[in-house]
């Protein structure tokens, strides 16, 4: 036997392992502390002996105790995102499988699959034929593929609000942009950018000569999942000749339910939409995605060629990916998509969004009853905003409080200067349980 090839009984001893080491963890979830702040002290030196399998996931085991449970039910701070085992399997495959799917002519029946996740979603926003996209590490990556594509002129300025995530303004910056050129939009009463504000300063940018190119509307923002008015967006856009970009990282996904669309009405004018499967479609982190309206806009600002590429072909309906975005060699990433999606079927994701928008729902309605809680809301989407009437110091010792018990994991952020905790509805894992029980402990505390 070769020393890094392992024997047909080897592998199979060797996935039966690691499978009864990820059953043990997933089944372990529910009781687990949301958070372990302790410090992980183990041997980890690399050394040219050969250790045994069991030895090393006892290390894993012991390094992935210490930290945020992302995994579990009671992470509700950040943007949650599940790790759906059954896209971890997928992981799995495409890794064995090693395909290189940058390239069609590479691997073409799996780029046909990731082209079929592309195109279901394209369809799921309302975008027209000729649309389309590519999977990426996350919607910061997204972001900066589409910033670089809408650009036309090396310089010019793009408009967001003080809750577009940051993401959009570290793209302008990585694209070469100066500070100054992301220009920071008034929000209206419920945190959501003002179309007027931002006609305003379009023009008043145009009359000193600079050149606009790009306005980003988010569907659901970090802080508080509010909902810009993406068809107002989208008709100034129009109007002005500018790109419209949506952020749809958190809150994308809610477009496969009934009110999701229905808040999100305007979306499919987009030009480009980001989206993090990793959080609403509830799959392991490092799958994010771009939609364009018109996927020419990406060949234009990424198709290169090179004489080592003239062996390859063309396959007929399929991209290369390598023409979409920046990433030569990147992993095959459809086949974590796909096949959850294939193998519980679209609605039973439909059916965790719904239950997701309503535990939120229900968490506000019983917050809301607390005397002394001051609460941004209704939510728009699956996070709820509250703070201690008392001011910030009793908000900021509520939180430390809530912390310090470990059971759930919230996380903060300051409105208009002012601080508040956020309460994240997104994992698949998160129950009525585990939403009312923080909701209970908060209750205790204050």
Same mark, same amino acid.
């Given at each position: 036997?070769?020393?890094?090839?392992?024997? +047909?009984?080897?592998?199979?001893?060797?996935?039966?392992? /690691?499978?009864?080491? =990820?059953?043990?963890? &997933?089944?372990?979830?529910?009781?687990?502390?949301? *958070?372990?702040?302790?410090?992980?002290?183990?041997?980890?030196?690399?050394? +040219?002996?050969?250790?045994?399998?069991?030895?090393?996931?006892?290390? &894993?085991?012991?390094?992935?105790?210490?930290?945020?449970?992302?995994?579990?039910?009671?992470?509700?701070?950040?943007?949650?995102?599940?790790?759906?085992?059954?896209?971890?399997?997928?992981?799995?495959?495409?890794? /064995?499988?090693?395909?290189?799917?940058?390239?069609? +002519?590479? /691997?073409?029946?799996?780029? !046909?699959?990731?082209?079929? =996740?592309?195109?279901?979603?394209?369809?799921?926003?309302?975008?027209?034929?000729?649309?389309?996209? =590519?999977?990426?590490?996350?919607?910061?990556?997204?972001?900066?593929?589409?910033?670089?594509?809408?650009?036309?002129?090396? #310089?010019?300025?793009?408009?967001?609000?003080?809750?577009?995530?940051?993401?959009?303004?570290?793209? !302008?910056?990585?694209?070469?942009?100066?500070? @100054?050129? &992301?220009?920071?939009?008034? &929000?209206?009463?419920?945190?959501?950018?003002?179309?007027?504000?931002?006609?305003?300063?379009?023009?008043?940018?145009?009359?000193?000569?600079?050149?606009?190119?790009?306005?980003?509307?988010?569907?659901?923002?970090?802080?508080?999942? !509010?909902?810009?008015?993406?068809? @107002?967006?989208?008709?100034? !856009?129009?109007? %002005?000749?500018?790109?419209?970009?949506? #952020?749809?990282?958190?809150?994308?996904?809610?477009?496969?339910?009934?009110?999701?669309?229905?808040?999100?009405?305007?979306?499919?004018? /987009? +030009?480009?939409?980001?989206?993090?499967?990793?959080?609403?479609?509830?799959?392991?982190?490092?799958?994010?995605?771009?939609?364009?309206? #018109?996927?020419?806009?990406?060949?234009?600002?990424? *198709?290169?060629?090179?004489?080592?590429?003239?062996?390859?072909?063309?396959?007929?309906?399929?991209? #290369?990916?390598?023409?979409?975005?920046? %990433?030569?060699?990147?992993?095959?990433?459809?086949?974590?998509?796909?096949?959850?999606?294939?193998?519980?079927?679209?609605?039973?994701?439909?059916?965790?969004?719904?239950?997701?928008?309503?535990?939120?729902?229900?968490?506000? @309605?019983?917050?809301?009853?607390?005397?002394?809680?001051?609460?941004?809301?209704?939510?728009?989407?699956?996070?709820?905003?509250?703070?201690?009437?008392?001011?910030?110091?009793?908000? %900021?010792?509520?939180?430390?409080?809530?912390?310090?018990?470990?059971?759930?994991?919230?996380?903060?952020?300051?409105?208009?200067?002012?601080?508040?905790?956020?309460?994240?509805?997104?994992? *698949?894992?998160? *129950?009525?349980?585990?939403?009312?029980?923080?909701? %209970?402990?908060?209750?205790?505390?204050?």
């Amino acid at each position: 036997m070769l020393p890094l090839e392992p024997s +047909d009984a080897e592998l199979r001893e060797l996935g039966t392992t /690691a499978l009864e080491f =990820v059953a043990s963890f &997933v089944a372990g979830l529910p009781g687990k502390p949301a *958070h372990d702040p302790g410090v992980f002290a183990a041997d980890l030196s690399i050394t +040219d002996d050969a250790r045994p399998v069991g030895e090393l996931l006892d290390t &894993v085991r012991a390094a992935a105790a210490l930290g945020v449970e992302t995994a579990g039910p009671r992470y509700l701070g950040y943007i949650p995102a599940g790790g759906l085992i059954t896209s971890a399997i997928a992981g799995l495959l495409t890794s /064995a499988l090693n395909r290189f799917g940058t390239v069609a +002519d590479m /691997a073409p029946g799996l780029v !046909a699959i990731e082209e079929s =996740v592309l195109r279901w979603l394209c369809r799921e926003f309302g975008l027209p034929p000729g649309s389309g996209g =590519v999977l990426t590490t996350g919607a910061s990556l997204a972001t900066l593929t589409a910033v670089v594509a809408a650009r036309r002129t090396p #310089d010019g300025t793009l408009y967001v609000s003080e809750h577009t995530h940051v993401c959009v303004a570290k793209a !302008a910056a990585i694209a070469g942009l100066p500070p @100054e050129s &992301v220009r920071i939009v008034p &929000v209206d009463d419920d945190l959501r950018m003002d179309p007027l504000a931002a006609a305003r300063m379009i023009d008043q940018d145009r009359r000193r000569g600079l050149v606009p190119f790009l306005i980003a509307g988010t569907a659901g923002t970090t802080d508080t999942g !509010a909902v810009d008015p993406l068809a @107002e967006l989208a008709g100034l !856009a129009r109007r %002005e000749d500018l790109w419209f970009h949506v #952020d749809g990282a958190y809150g994308g996904a809610f477009q496969l339910t009934g009110r999701g669309r229905a808040r999100f009405a305007g979306i499919e004018q /987009a +030009d480009s939409i980001t989206l993090d499967p990793h959080k609403g479609l509830f799959l392991p982190y490092g799958i994010g995605a771009l939609l364009v309206r #018109d996927t020419a806009t990406l060949d234009r600002a990424y *198709h290169r060629q090179a004489a080592y590429y003239q062996d390859l072909g063309r396959r007929e309906g399929l991209p #290369d990916y390598a023409h979409r975005g920046l %990433e030569l060699t990147r992993d095959h990433r459809g086949l974590r998509v796909w096949l959850p999606l294939r193998l519980h079927g679209v609605q039973a994701f439909r059916e965790a969004l719904d239950e997701k928008l309503d535990l939120a729902a229900q968490a506000y @309605e019983q917050l809301l009853r607390f005397p002394g809680l001051e609460l941004l809301g209704p939510p728009q989407l699956s996070t709820v905003v509250f703070r201690l009437r008392a001011g910030d110091g009793p908000t %900021e010792r509520l939180f430390d409080e809530i912390r310090a018990r470990r059971r759930y994991f919230l996380t903060s952020t300051r409105i208009r200067g002012r601080f508040f905790i956020r309460l994240c509805v997104l994992s *698949h894992r998160t *129950h009525a349980e585990h939403v009312l029980g923080a909701v %209970e402990e908060i209750r205790s505390l204050i």
